[in-house]
Structure formats: C-alpha cells, structure tokens
C-alpha cells in the first residue's frame, strides 16, 4: 500500500509539473511531438506519418520560415549559429547553464539518421540512410548516429533517450523555463519512434543497422554513404536481453514524460515497453546481440537492464510485479561501486530509483558508497583519481562522460529528501565541480561551441566533412557540432585537439547523455540565458562545386575538350542529381561555311560519370551554344577520391573542316566552366549575351543584339585551371610536359595533379620501355600510388585508355631534396609524332596524413621529372 500510495503521488506530480508547463495549441495526434511544433511551422500543412514525427525542430522560435535547402527542408528566418542575442533569467552560477544545455540538446538533432523533419535548425545535415532496414522489408530509417560514425547501435542508443527521459523527469521546470521543452521532447520522440519501429513484433527486436567495420573504414558525410548497411535483430531463438531491456526502459520512460502532452503516444510507448520487457525477463539471455561485438558489447549482463527498466515500468503502470522483478533482477546484477553509469552498466540509475522508491537502505547504501567513491571517498578510504584540474578521472576512453553522468546521478540523489544531510552538500559540490570542469574550469572548454576556447577538430566525420574520404582533408572541420561533449583529457588534464584521436576527441550520444541532464539540474538552481534564433545554421564558406577545362586535343575542324568536375558539397554532402557542365561555343564559323549546328558530331573518349545531352542554343542569331553534359544519376558525390570529381572528355567536329577556338566563350577561359545545378549557377559564369534561357537546361533563346561575351559574375562562383605551386610546363628535346597539381598548398596530402607528356618529335617512344620518375622526400609513413586515369590522345585524334596499364613503384633514393622516388611505367602504348600522354596521379601516405611538398625535387619546378627510355634520360633533370 505504501508504495502504490507513493506512485500515485509521484504520477500526481508529475501530471502537474507537466500541465502547469505545457504551452497551449498542442497537437491532439500521437504523431506530432508535444508543443506548438505543427501549428506553429506548417501552418496546418505539414501531415505525419505513422511512427514519425512530423513536426519542426524550430517549433519554439516561431517566425517566418525562409531558405529552403536541398531536400526542401527550411530554415527559420534569422536563425544563425550566433544567434540575436540573449533571453531569459540571468544565471548566479559560474557560467551560463542555459546557452549549455540549449546547444547541448541540439546536438542531438545533429545526430539524426533518415527523413529530417520540414523545418530545421541547421543547414549541413540533410536526409541520409533512407534505405535502412530494407534488406529485411522493413523501415528502420530514424533514430540517431551514435558517434563519429553512422552506425546505429541501440544499445547506447536506447540508453541515451533513458537519460535524457530521466533528466525531463527530474528536472521539467528547467527545461520549460529555459525554452527547451519542445527541443527536448523531439529529441527523445525521435528515437522512441525508432525504437517501435524496431520492434514489429513482440519476440523480434533490431538491435543495430550498420556493419562498424565497413562503416568504420570509410570517412566522410552521412548523407552520401556508400556501403550497404545491414540490419541485426534477436529473436527468441537468439534473444538479447540487455539491449530489449534498455530499450524498455528508454520507452517506459518515454510513457511517463509524454503523459500529459500526447497520452496516445504515450500508450503506445507503454504497449512496446511492457512487450519488450516480457522479451527481455523470458529470455535473459545475450546469445543473439553479437554484431555489436568489439563496438558495444554488454559486459554487464543483462541484470542491470531489467531492474531499470522494471522501475521505470512500475512507475509508468503501478504494477508491483514489475517492482518486484526489478528488486529481484538488482541482485543478480554487478555491483561495482568504482564505476560509473554507462550504456553498459545501468545498475546505479536502478539502486537511485529503487531507493526512491522504497525508502530501502539497502539501495541508499549502494548508491552512498559510489557517490563516496567519486567524492570524498569511502569509509575505507578508497577514492577516484582526480586530475590537477579537478576532473573524476575514471576511464581514458571518454573520461568526461563518465564524470559528467556521476554527477548527474549526484544532483538527482543529493536533492531527494531521502539522501542523508551530511551527504547531500558533498555529492552536490562534486556535482558542480565536474559540470565546471566540462565548460571550462581549466581555461578550456570540453563542450563544442560553448565558451572562447572549445574543441574545433572532434572525430566526426559528417561535421569534418572530407569530400575524398580523407579524416585529413580538410584540415579544418569545415562544421561546428554545436553542444558535443569531447571523451575528454588524460589523468594529468593532457589533451589535443585532432581529428584523430578516438579516444579524446570523439564525441557519441552516451557522452551528452548524463552530461544534459546535469546541465539541467544546474540550470535548475542557478538558471541562465539562453540564445536568441540559435541553429547551427553556417554562411557556406566554401565553393561546393568546381570545373575545370582545357583542350585534349584540337585540330581545324575539331576540339576536344577535357574538364574536370568537382563535388564537394557539405551544405548539406549531396549526390549531383541535377548538375550540368556547360562549355560554350561560338559556331559563327561554321555557318559561314555553309554547315550548322545539327551537323556537329559529338564524341566522347572518356566519361568517368555524366552523360552528353547535345549542343544547346544560347543565342540563335549570334550562333552560340553549349555543349551540356548533365549529371543525373548520382555517381558524382563526396565520398571518395575517385566519386568526387569526374573527368570527362568530349570531341565536337565541325561538318565543314572550319573550327575556331578563338571565339569561343568557354575556350581558356577559366569562368566559362559553367556549373548549375537546378538551374542555378553554382560555378563559373554565363556569357552576358543570354537568350531567354537564361542558362537554363533547355538551351531555348532568342535573339540578343549584344555580341560581347565579357563574364557576368554569379555570386559566389569561381572556377578555372591556373596552376598550383609547382606545376607548370617545359620543353626538354622533342617532349613537352606539363604538370597540373590538384589544390594550391605545399602543404596537403597527396602529391596529387594531372601530368601531360606530348611527343613533338617524328619519331615514336614504346611506353613499356618508358618510366616517369617523380623525386619526393617521405615525411614519414607508408607511401601509396593511385592512377586515377591514364590515356593517350593520338594526332588523329584517336583515344586509348592506359588506366589499367599504368603502374607505380616507389623506392628509396639519395639525392637533394629528396630520398625516395615514384617510378610510374606502362605495360604498353607508343607515343606517336604529335601524340600526347596524359597521367592523373596520387601518391600519398596510406592514413592520408599531411604531408610537406615544398621540400619535393620534382615538385620545384616540373624540369625535375624526369623521363626515362630504356636507361636513358629524353626529359628532366636528375637530381
């Protein structure tokens, strides 16, 4: 009777915090989280789908909505990363609990997987993984990335949306009065809704999409990732307790908070929770959870689980079988004082809450020794290592999150009237003293995008956003993850801020989870401002897309142009579905010999990805057209060396023999590679005697009486093919060579460029007989060669490929400037009279780690590589 009487107060409080906080024009449907979000955004337009949440991020800003991005999704007006401004109660802490906990949250919006809602507050994360689960017909899309990576597992997964459930428990009156309700509610929702979606029937349970080793060998956006992501359930014939089991916890929980805003969803979370505890409590068994393995494995067993779950379940139904089960299952489970609270190990958050809800001493005891443990010590005098800064310094894996996550369990106990008096100011102080630590006690904070001096390189791979499947390039972060907690410093406060350390500088959903809900404990005693129209909404700072073009190969009635197509997209990472290159031509030649534009043949030699579609009018009268070669099928997109640019090569002969380059628009002209995409131009710029077309890819025009082609600058456009330091030309005997490097540092991370070799002699050169041989100095690290392509353009204007008859090998060698040597041979071809060679090249570290090419023999000037024929020098200069 105790304990029912006891319930029904607790569920009685809750109804009322949640009823005296609750906004008004609430959605009535279980699909639409709580708040104004659907009224407010789509005025009434937007619909939900069963299981997902149709409603805006942006839902307590309010406003206008403008700057529709890619995938139709909106952005708030005024909304930035800097936000206008401050509001709300001015903070007596240390620092500003309320600008953490509002960037802390939206993290999580940072990490979604699938169909992003409408409206958005950042403009770098689009739709991705819109096809998990159908390797099982059945859709898995939703719920959250769990770290720098894109795999989603749920055991980590659940157990965030658990913690952040808990904290909405403990602490609503923050999260109201700081203008984060709604925030918060959508971000549990979105992973609850998953969370049902994993769960079709009640013995059947996807644990995980997403194989960690393929994931793990690929680094760049979510949105366009190239491998296949499989989906793993348990079963009752391979069952998984302690995943089902923090899943039930994490949707019991979900019941109680959503209650009062949405108690159809909050049934419906109920319905699942109470199915996968029988699963979980049946089974009691991990047999089945085996993908996980060396990611997330449960080390802890699944007793852990069931307790939490049976207490949050009791609280949610007030059936004492679950209470009952919880308290049995708590015995079974580990007991280590010396830990933390983790995705793993659960068992502190179920001795809290049975505490709680018990009044037992027992429970008390066992949480009063862990939070002794990492506070002033225990009895007999065994204490957690503290840093010279102050941090709890448990794990160097993630040290943060578990000092974060104590502190949180702290704050919750030290607050209830059970914990004991002398204990409640120490296990509070320790509270403080560690979300201090994470925002910055040491003079730097831990917390991304809070305070003057915060991590800038986190191992993430969407917000690194490398274009060429390269952590390295670029070497700046070219997002801000805004609210991420980093793993944090070693046991002496040591710690670097790169890209590559896994271990500090990672950041996952586990890490924010108990580090959000001590934020919000803290707001709830010492409060804090919050930012005006706040997003992670960024000015593009980069060109996305870039052309470059020259001439292959030309003749009097023929040019064949060669360009390159760069996609480096990151506003959000994008597959080019609607791109179109245009070079532009002036056929006033032609038509003066009698022929015209249908008599034009078009040839391609080589097309890595696009397709020609024709030459198209510009200017009828003036006879200017374009040839348009469109990219539309998604094979051109960020994600690896070879998928983010294309090379293409394309001929157009004239029917008449007459051909002039030298009134084309486009020919050496660095702007006239024109890039748009929906229309838009996105690089380069369009000749200023436009038909009605406007560039368009209809090509239609009409008549204009200006025949100039001086440029007309789009915004934010540029594009062309000057050479990058280094590269250059030179004549040495009969060959002419020519190197064009990629990028336009000494510094980068691959001696990468484009080498041309044209034999102006009468004579012919056996390239299995001829070696290339490029001087560099080893910065350090196992070096590996590329051919990207390989081809020889005859006079005649013939092609053939070399790709895979090109080879490299590297050595050591002695000489200036340099101690190793790249040796690129041909297993066949011949360099005819007037034939040209041409070579696209990488030779980098294998970890693709920066290297120095300022201190490269070959690199200084292009007279330094050297050509050899047999064993002897025809071109170059040894070193």
Known sequence: ??????????????????????????????????????????????????????????????????????????????????????????????????????????????????????????????????????????????????????????????????????????????????????????????????????????EVF?????????????????????????????????????????????????????SDSDPDYAALCLEHAESLYEFSDSTRSDAGYTA???????????????????????LATGDDSYLDNAESCFTQAGHDYDWSMCWDDVHIGAAVMLAKITEDQSYKDEVQQHLDYWSCGTSDGSQITYTPGGLAWLDSWGSLRYATTTAFVACVYSRWDGCPSDKADIYWDFAVSQA????????????????????????????????????????????????????????NDG????????????????????????LAAMYSEYHGQTLINFGAVEEVSAQEYLAECDSNVEGDDFIEIRAFIYNETAWPARAATDLEYRYFVDLSEVYEAGGDVDGITITTNYMQSGRVDGLKVWNEDLHIYYLSVVFDDGALFPGGQSQYKSEIQVRMTSPVGVWDNGNDYSYGNGDGAVLLEGGEVVAGVLPDDEGSSSGTSTGSGSSSSSSSATPTPASGSSSGSSSSTGGGSV???????????????????????????????????????????????????????????????????????????????????????????????????????????????????????????????????????????????????EP
Not at 226 to 246: D, F, I, K, L, N
Not at 792 to 798: A, E, H, I, V
Request: net charge negative.
């Open 1 to 202: 009777m105790k304990r029912s009487i006891r319930l029904a107060a607790a569920l009685l409080s809750t109804a009322v915090l949640f009823t005296s906080c609750s906004k008004t024009g609430e959605s009535e449907t279980s699909e639409v989280p709580a708040g104004e979000s659907s009224a407010s955004v789509s005025d009434g337009t937007s619909s939900g789908t069963e299981g997902t949440s149709s409603s805006s991020s942006a839902a307590a800003q309010g406003g206008t909505f403008t700057g529709t991005m890619p995938g139709g999704h909106l952005i708030p007006e005024g909304m930035s990363e800097y936000g206008s401004g401050y509001e709300g109660i001015e903070g007596t802490g240390n620092y500003n609990y309320g600008e953490a906990l509002q960037k802390s949250i939206l993290f999580y919006e940072l990490q979604r997987s699938g169909a992003l809602p409408e409206v958005v507050r950042c403009n770098w994360r689009g739709d991705s993984a819109l096809e998990d689960g159908s390797d099982v017909g059945i859709d898995l899309t939703g719920g959250w990335y769990d770290a720098g990576d894109h795999v989603k597992f749920n055991l980590p997964m659940a157990y965030t949306a658990s913690m952040l459930g808990w904290s909405l428990y403990e602490d609503p009156g923050a999260y109201e009065e700081s203008g984060q309700l709604d925030y918060m509610l959508e971000d549990i929702r979105w992973v609850t809704d998953y969370l049902i979606r994993c769960h079709p029937e009640d």
């Open 292 to 314: 996980a393995n060396g990611f997330y494995d449960s080390w802890s067993g699944f007793y852990d689980e069931l307790a939490w779950a049976g207490s949050w379940l009791y």
């Open 495 to 518: 710690y670097t801020d790169t890209v590559s350390d896994y271990c500090a500088n990672e950041v996952a959903c586990d890490y924010n989870a108990g580090f959000t809900g001590l």
């Open 436 to 491: 201090e630590y994470a925002l910055g006690s040491t003079g730097f904070s831990y917390q991304i995008g809070y305070g003057e001096d915060y991590p800038e390189h986190p191992h993430h791979r969407t917000s690194q956003g490398s274009y060429c499947d390269n952590m390295n390039d670029p070497s700046e972060a070219r997002h801000t993850l805004y609210g991420a907690l980093v793993g944090g410093p070693d046991a």
């Open 206 to 258: 996807y644990y995980q999409v997403g194989d960690g080793g393929s994931d793990h060998s690929w680094w760049g956006p979510a949105e366009v990732m190239p491998m296949a992501r499989p989906s793993y359930c348990v079963t009752a014939s391979a069952p998984g307790s302690a995943v089902t089991g923090e899943a039930s916890a994490a949707l019991a929980i979900a019941s109680i908070v959503f």
């Open 731 to 877: 004549t040495s005997g009969d060959l002419s060579i020519s190197m064009s490097y990629d990028g336009g540092s000494s510094n980068a991370n691959a001696i990468s460029g484009t080498l041309e070799i044209t034999n102006n002699g009468s004579g012919s050169i056996d390239l299995s007989d001829m070696t290339i041989e490029y001087y560099f100095t080893n910065d350090g690290g196992t070096m590996t060669f590329d051919c990207y392509h390989s081809a020889l353009n005859s006079s005649s204007g013939g092609y053939t490929a070399l790709t895979d008859n090109t080879s490299g090998d590297i050595s050591s060698y002695s000489g200036t400037d340099c101690d190793s040597v790249l040796e690129i041979s041909f297993s066949q071809g011949t360099l005819g009279g007037g034939d040209t060679l041409t070579v696209s090249f990488s030779c980098h570290r294998s970890d693709w780690q920066s290297i120095d090419l300022s201190n490269d023999y070959s690199h200084e000037s292009v007279g330094n590589i050297v050509i050899r024929s047999g064993d002897s020098v025809i071109a170059g200069e």
